[in-house]
């Protein structure tokens, strides 16, 4: 397979396929990125090479289409003079020197078509390997963020295993054992805790209406004294 096959298998290739069947990522993006950057090295210096190969056919087509003008040229002169054998000796060489230069046209448009097609590859390549290492960093970063979330929780599980140790001593519990036990205090506790709060409710609610019937009782009270002031008065006389 030649370069330019190789450089666009690659670009079409699917970075995340790669990564979801490595058993190490990180590894190998890395391998891949060495991969794509020896395959980029070796495109420039293709593109390079077949420049320096155009550029040569281009002056050579040059120096061929200067002989072909002096030719003809010839070829004039000779029937100016009458002389046509002699023309058609010139016109023949004029002939063979166009075969020529046509040959050297179709390989420079050849030359001129891979360099295009390298050079543009070549960019999609780039363009391919930054990305890589830009995932690669994420990858990188990622890793950093997973190993400090489980340091942390190895720390939080060793505080919480030497706490229910400690409690669970004198006890002679088991780590398990201590964990129910507290899982259950837990419960409890909540429990507890909803019955006193809904017993508060229920305490206000009997507090509001004792309040109500007291307000009740004494306006019943003004109205009867209102009503009945001298029965009011000896009411009170006869529970003192």
């Known amino acids: 397979m030649g370069l330019l096959e190789r450089i666009k298998n690659v670009v079409r290739s699917n970075l995340s396929d790669f990564l979801d069947r490595a058993e190490d990522p990180d590894k190998m993006i890395g391998l891949l990125i060495q991969d794509m950057e020896a395959n980029l090295r070796q495109a420039r210096a293709q593109i390079a090479q077949m420049t320096g190969e155009k550029n040569h056919f281009q002056r050579r087509y040059r120096e061929l289409a200067d002989q072909i003008e002096k030719w003809e ?15 058609r000796e010139a016109l023949a060489k004029k002939l063979d020197l166009d ?27 780039q363009s391919k390997i930054d990305n890589a290492r ?3 960093q994420e990858l ?32 002679g519990e088991t780590i398990d ?8 205090g837990a419960e409890s506790a909540e429990e507890l805790r909803r019955a006193l709060y809904e017993n508060r409710f229920e305490q206000l609610e ?21 009503e009945h002031p001298d029965s009011a008065g000896s009411e009170a006389s006869e529970k003192l």
């Open 140 to 171: 990188r970063l990622q890793r950093k963020r997973e190993e400090a979330l489980r340091a942390i929780e190895r720390s939080h599980d060793a505080i919480r295993r030497a706490g229910l140790e400690g409690a669970s001593v004198a006890r």
């Open 206 to 226: 009997q507090t509001g209406k004792i309040d109500q019937a007291l307000e009740e009782l004494k306006r019943r009270m003004t109205v009867e004294r209102k």
């Open 134 to 136: 830009q995932k690669r």
């Open 99 to 125: 075969e020529r230069a046509g040959r050297l046209r179709r390989q420079i448009a050849d030359i001129q078509q891979t360099i295009d097609d390298l050079r543009l590859n070549a960019d999609s390549l």
């Open 73 to 87: 040229g010839k070829a004039r002169i000779a029937l100016n003079f009458g002389n046509e054998p002699l023309a």
């Open 177 to 184: 054992e201590a964990i129910l036990r507290a899982q259950s």
